[in-house]
């Protein structure tokens, strides 16, 4: 009885993912952490100024790039073949980078409270990671060359 136990479990898939702890410490992996500890603190500096537009927008952007983060962490992006990741994470970046971008120059433009300017000033620093991760993905995204011809290894 115990022998036809230890068989049925054995058949069973197994509900382990892999994790790609090399990820988080490239540098696009601390890039989308920084990304996410600015739009954390962005956040903060919103909800005490009591801005529920600015508040949606940075939970926003911290959601998709945490989705991100999730996805190449837990190597989803070799599952799920549909996109090409690399480049919806590029779009996903310039997207961010001019949105953000123009939130904050609303926020430190028509700013009442203390809280809305520092928002703003984090919202600027994460513009610019923004662009770093856009940039370093643009690089690194193959358009129709060989795989070593575009990171630059070929004799």
């Known amino acids: 009885m115990a022998d036809d136990c230890s068989k049925t479990t054995s ?10 702890t090399a990820f988080l410490r490239s540098l ?21 100024a009591s801005r529920p537009k600015y508040i949606a927008a940075t939970c926003m952007e911290f959601v998709i790039t945490f989705s ?6 837990l190597k ?13 994470d590029l779009f996903n970046s310039l997207f961010a980078a001019v949105f953000i971008l123009i939130l904050s120059l ?5 700013y009442t409270v203390t809280g809305t300017l520092g928002g703003g000033i984090v919202g600027f620093i994460a513009t610019g990671l923004w662009c770093v991760d856009g940039y370093v ?10 795989r070593t011809a575009a990171t630059g290894t070929v004799n």
Do not use: H
Not at 11 to 20: A, F, G, K, R
Not at 76 to 88: Q, S
């Open 28 to 48: 696009r992996g601390v890039l989308k952490l920084v990304e996410m500890g600015t739009m954390s603190v962005a956040f903060v500096c919103f909800a005490v």
């Open 76 to 88: 989803l992006n070799k599952k799920l073949t549909l996109f090409f990741w690399p480049l919806v």
């Open 11 to 20: 058949n069973l898939p197994s509900l382990t993912m892999e994790v790609d």
């Open 106 to 110: 609303i926020a430190v433009s028509t």
């Open 68 to 73: 991100l983060l999730l996805l190449y962490t």
């Open 137 to 146: 993905l643009f690089k690194r995204v193959t358009f129709n060359q060989p």
